[in-house]
Structures are given as structure tokens and as C-alpha cells.
């Protein structure tokens, strides 16, 4: 069974740092673009950010840029999200997400919810002050 499982969320005052992780088994990463996303309650999914299949390019929603950095270990079919200087308002659910085989990621089509065809199940992270 394909999976996304999506680790290291958690409960933290403003200003810490966490770094999530997204394990695929069944499947493979090498060779597409990855996301991340997040919602909040009664907000639409967002994407926080995004990167291509070697890493060489990365992508960023302007509320996290400078704060936030994605990366990715092929060999260990793992993306991460090294989130610093937290705010309240990241508080939500973050997902992973892989891209549809082929189709490229760039500026534009990596914050489209429709480009990806896998998901995980999302690890709850929530910021207080």
C-alpha cells in the first residue's frame, strides 16, 4: 500500500522550531516534486512550500519564506520541513504531498492542491504565545 506518513508535530510556544517528516513506503519520491500544505480550521488548504525532484529548486508561501526550509533525502524516500521562529498563525494541520508523475513543478503549479495524487494523513502542529 502507498503511503505519505507525515512525523514531528507537536505542541510549542511562538518562536521554537520544529522539523517534520514525511516517509513514503510503498512508493518511491526519486523523481518528483514534493509539497507541503496545511489547513487551519475553516481555512482552505494552503501550500506552505515545495521542491523538485533533486531538490535543486524550492518554493515558498510568502507568510513562511525566510522562516521555513524544505528538503529531501531521496536515498531515505524522505521529505522534511525545518519550520523556525513559529508564529500562532502556523498553527495547523501539515500534510505531504507528492507530485503526478511528469508533470512539472515551478512557481506556479506547486501550490495546486490537484497536481498531487498522494497524500498523508497530516501531523497537527499548533503554536501558542
Known amino acids: 500500500q502507498a503511503q505519505l506518513v507525515e512525523s514531528g508535530g507537536g505542541s510549542l510556544q511562538a518562536g521554537g522550531s520544529l522539523r517534520l517528516s514525511c516517509v513514503a513506503s510503498g512508493h518511491t519520491i526519486d523523481g518528483y516534486c514534493m509539497g507541503w500544505f496545511r489547513q487551519a480550521p475553516g481555512k482552505e488548504r494552503e501550500g506552505v512550500a515545495g521542491i523538485s525532484s533533486r531538490g535543486l529548486a524550492t518554493f515558498y508561501a510568502a507568510s513562511v519564506k525566510g522562516r521555513f526550509t524544505i528538503s529531501r533525502d531521496n536515498a531515505k524516500n524522505t521529505l522534511y520541513l525545518q519550520m523556525n521562529s513559529l508564529k500562532q498563525e502556523d498553527t495547523a494541520m501539515y500534510y505531504c504531498?507528492?507530485?503526478?508523475?511528469?508533470?512539472?513543478?515551478?512557481?506556479?503549479?506547486?501550490?495546486?492542491?490537484?497536481?498531487?495524487?498522494?497524500w498523508g494523513q497530516g501531523t497537527q502542529v499548533t503554536v501558542s504565545s
Open positions: 504531498a507528492k507530485f503526478r508523475a511528469g508533470n512539472v513543478c515551478d512557481t506556479i503549479t506547486w501550490t495546486t492542491t490537484s497536481a498531487y495524487n498522494y
